[in-house]
């Protein structure tokens, strides 16, 4: 019989992160971070450029190796077990690099073949994501060619096509028209709906409001702020407060005179 987890343990997060660690020389890029993202929710991390948002989902994710600390996915370290933990997510970096000279039929059946899925399961699942994903108006366009909102949604696509249950998406509607931007969100809702956990990184704080349940915000390598939405934003806009808690002032600035003249 399974052993019985304590009824005073933590629940297993979608993704906890414990004093993880990375510096590039003298920089300090994340700096001892603890983070856990709970199962079921719609999270997103924000934080100015340079706040180390994009390396620590790197390491979260198995992409680059940290200094220190460790990262689990549904109880799964990803350093110690990564063939197990990169089977329960799908993950769409920044600038996600592809096999560009196929089309996007042939490079879901490649991938999907890469990962063992068998002839059958995998024809279906690649019609049923280039249908939902309305791809198949290209169905004889190269990658090299697609738009960058087509891409963001083969991106996307190549990280559904195993069925994971975490989504770890850094910057996934940056320069996206709104029409596939608003296809990419309706498949989001859907997948949170359905029991899985998304963790969205965006600068675009109308953005995270309009889709997460629950945010942190990262300043200089740190987590100065986790929770749910309503309690980091307080009385005021997501906007707001994340200003307020990065520090910035965003008052009056002097220079560029000529413009006003």
Known sequence: MEAMRPRDAEPVAALR??????????????????LAVPQGSFFGLVGPNGAGKTTALSMAVGLLRPDGGRSQVLGVDVWADPDRAKALMGVLPDGLAMPERLTGRELLTFLGQLRGIPDDVLTERVQELLDVMELNDAERTLVVDYSTGMRKKIGLATALLHGPRLLVLDEPFEAVDPVSA??????????????GSVILSSHVMALVEQLCDTVAVMAKGRVVAAGPL????????????????????????EGLSWLAS
């Open 230 to 253: 309503d309690a980091v934003r307080g009385d005021g806009t997501l906007e707001e407060a994340f200003v307020r808690l990065v520090g910035v002032d965003v008052g009056d600035r």
């Open 17 to 34: 992160l414990t004093a993880l660690h990375k510096a590039f020389g003298d920089t300090v890029a994340v700096d001892h971070v603890d």
């Open 182 to 195: 608003a296809a990419l969100k309706s498949i989001l809702v859907r997948f949170v709906a359905a029991g």
